[in-house]
């Protein structure tokens, strides 16, 4: 038997209140305005668009080297040369808004040299990695020049193959990534090596022991490497 249902029978059914429609609203508003945002705010970064610079320091007379390199989201990779008259050699992989500034002096028969990557401040940059044609810059010393190394970087994967170099210490700290590092046979200093999220890999074939120091998320401890 069918019922019918007047009018009076039916339930009410409740209306949205006009807060619900303001709330949804802002809701809508805010993604529309973090989409904006992200648009512009991140420049992303693909092999197509890099350019390539080639760069030099020369020795200057200098009979040993203090040599800072200091990155932000490229990879970085630093190997040696038999250089007749040069500090170092390299090559960078950068866009266009990103720039390499170069500093140098000497002193004393010492030369200062201080490479940074230079990130536009009002740009978030971030790279992406396809088939090695991320942004990235490659760095030759000198192989015979008695150098102290520093290597400070945000992020980005580290290659330190200093087989060979005459290397009197080194630092080298990296917030994120993968650092790989060959030191030499010998090495007159201490070897400093810092990562806040990632790996680290040391192949060492020193004929004297020396007092290396690691830190890995606020873990630090002594080794003697011979």
Not at 60 to 75: C, E, H, P
Not at 125 to 133: A, H, K, P, Q, Y
Request: charged share 20%; proline share 4%; net charge positive.
């Amino acid at each position: 038997m069918s019922k019918y249902i007047t009018e009076s029978e039916r339930p009410m059914q409740k209306r949205p209140s006009l807060s619900v429609f303001n709330r949804v609203l802002l809701s809508l508003l805010l993604l529309g305005g973090a989409a904006a945002l992200f648009r512009v705010g991140l420049n992303p970064i693909s092999g197509e668009n890099l350019t390539l610079e080639s760069f030099q320091e020369p020795l200057q007379g200098a009979k040993t080297a203090q040599i800072s390199l200091g990155g932000q989201s490229a990879d970085l990779q630093v190997g040696v040369q038999a250089l007749a008259g040069l500090a170092l050699v390299g090559k960078s992989y950068f866009p266009q808004n990103i720039k390499l500034t170069r500093s140098t002096r000497l002193e004393r028969k010492t030369l200062w040299v201080n490479l940074s990557e230079n990130l536009p401040s009002s740009r978030f940059t971030f790279g992406l990695s396809f088939n090695n044609r991320s942004p990235r810059w490659d760095v030759q010393l000198n192989r015979e020049l008695p150098t102290d190394l520093k290597v400070d970087l945000g992020s980005g994967d580290t290659t330190l193959n200093l087989e060979g170099a005459t290397l009197k210490s080194l630092n080298a700290r990296v917030g994120s990534g993968e650092m790989k590092l060959t030191l030499p046979n010998r090495l007159e200093g201490d070897v400093s090596l810092s990562i806040r999220s990632g790996n680290i890999r040391v192949d060492s074939a020193l004929e004297t022991p020396i007092s290396a120091k690691l830190s890995n998320q606020g873990l630090s401890f002594e080794a003697q490497s011979g």
